[in-house]
């Protein structure tokens, strides 16, 4: 007989699914921010490689909190975002457009993380997890704050092009 499918399991399985998109976004940054030119950019994959990893050790925590064992579950949506942004590197290297590319590919890959973590946080309210609402809260955050940056980002070399022409 199968499982019953609760909102705990839907929880469990989604918690999995941002596990396994972060630590696939950690490995990604180095690649971003080496394909940057502009060096505000360089310095805004930097600082989310850092708040990545912390994003990493909260999520650890709630696996803790759940008493099951921190495992991802392949993310689809994450590969896909991710390799768009590679194959925007690979095609506009050496173009004015470059670190436009990045910017935007940055840009889904936090609106990806802010829908999972805004769903957790109210998931783990309604089950009663109350730290574990607390962590997504924090990351849910950062991750909004990292999309404010990186929209300044994207206007300030926007005008930097438009200047330019």
């Not at 579950?73 to 290297?93: L, M, V």
């Not at 990806?112 to 997890?129: F, N, S």
């Amino acid at each position: 007989m199968a499982k019953e499918k609760t909102l705990e399991t839907l929880f469990h399985d989604t918690l999995r699914d941002i596990y396994y998109a972060e630590r696939k976004i950690l490995k990604a940054l180095p690649k971003m921010k080496r394909a940057a030119e502009s060096e505000d950019l360089k310095a805004a994959f930097e600082k989310h490689h850092g708040e990545t990893e912390v994003h990493i050790e909260r999520l650890q925590q709630v696996f803790e909190i759940l008493g099951k064992r921190a495992q991802g579950k392949t993310c689809e949506a994450i590969e896909g975002i991710i390799a768009e942004g590679e194959e925007i590197i690979d095609e506009f290297k050496g173009s004015p457009a470059l670190d436009a590319g990045p910017i935007s590919s940055a840009q889904a890959v936090e609106h990806y993380e802010i829908t999972r973590y805004g769903t957790l946080k109210r998931w783990a309210t309604e089950l009663g997890l109350k730290d574990a609402a607390k962590l997504f809260d924090a990351t849910l955050q950062e991750e909004s704050k990292t999309d404010v940056d990186l929209t300044a980002l994207a206007d300030a070399s926007a005008n930097a092009r438009a200047k330019a022409a």
